[in-house]
């Protein structure tokens, strides 16, 4: 079975450089999986801190996603060199289109892609990704652990969500839509929708909790939260 991971810039580089353990035990828990997988990886602070640049220097909003989506490409990168590393059969290189990935999904265990076009995020990627190669099962790794129904760092009393349903889902992303600018839901509202159109089981799990992470893609229960 297809599997996609979307895998956040958080925790490729949680603290502004990669973390070698992740990206090991990344390549170790699908090395040993039975399925084979599309992985989507975010930029995170990288993408941020160059999009940033580009605009004090003058840049437009699309180049600065055009920078933020080579640093999203640069993470896909360790991801390939972290799989090679563990010996797992690749697509060889970062690919840049849904075909191509659909192309090579066949004849390898893993396909990586980073962003694809400016205006949009790795997590409606990582939808995209999925729709092109047929996966119906989509794990979001990031370092929050679980769709709440508040911020937990803010609100205490915030209530986690084991399970929930598309609508659900769509509901909180279009509520944290409308809050203030630098607040960002786990999930953007696009992919919420897009997930919902194609019926893609999404789990939410934390790099921080690789156990959740190997589980997720088991099939067997986690401290996530399921969409579906
Ligand atoms: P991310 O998906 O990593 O954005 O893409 P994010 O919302 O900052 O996610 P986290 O923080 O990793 O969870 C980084 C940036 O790259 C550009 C956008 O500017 C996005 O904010 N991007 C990414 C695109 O323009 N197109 C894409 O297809 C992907």
Do not use: W
Request: glycine fraction near 10%.
């Amino acid at each position: 079975m297809h599997i996609i991971l979307s895998v956040g810039g958080s925790a490729i580089n949680p603290n502004g450089e990669p973390d070698l353990n992740f990206l090991k035990t990344m390549a170790q828990i699908i090395k040993k999986s039975k399925n084979s997988f599309g992985i989507l990886t975010g930029g995170g602070s990288l993408a941020r801190v160059h999009a940033n640049t580009v605009r004090k220097l003058g840049g437009s909003e699309y180049e600065a996603d055009q920078i933020a989506i080579a640093s999203t490409r640069q993470n896909a990168q360790l991801m390939i060199a972290a799989l090679k590393g563990a010996g797992v059969k690749t697509c060889g290189n970062v690919l840049t289109s849904f075909d191509n990935a659909a192309e090579h999904a066949t004849e390898n265990k893993v396909v990586v892609m980073g962003g694809t076009i400016p205006g949009i995020t790795t997590d409606a990627d990582a939808v995209l990704l999925a729709e092109a190669i047929g996966a119906k099962k989509l794990v979001n790794i990031s370092n929050v652990d679980a769709i709440y129904d508040s911020d937990p760092r803010k609100n205490p009393k915030a209530k986690k969500y084991t399970i929930m349903d598309y609508d659900q889902l769509n509901k909180l992303a279009a509520e944290s839509d409308t809050r203030k600018a630098g607040m960002h839901f786990v999930f953007d509202m696009l992919a919420c929708k897009l997930i919902a159109r194609s019926g893609i089981e999404t789990h939410f799990v934390s790099g921080n909790k690789m156990n959740d992470v190997t589980n997720a893609i088991e099939g067997k229960k986690h401290s996530g939260t399921i969409v579906k």
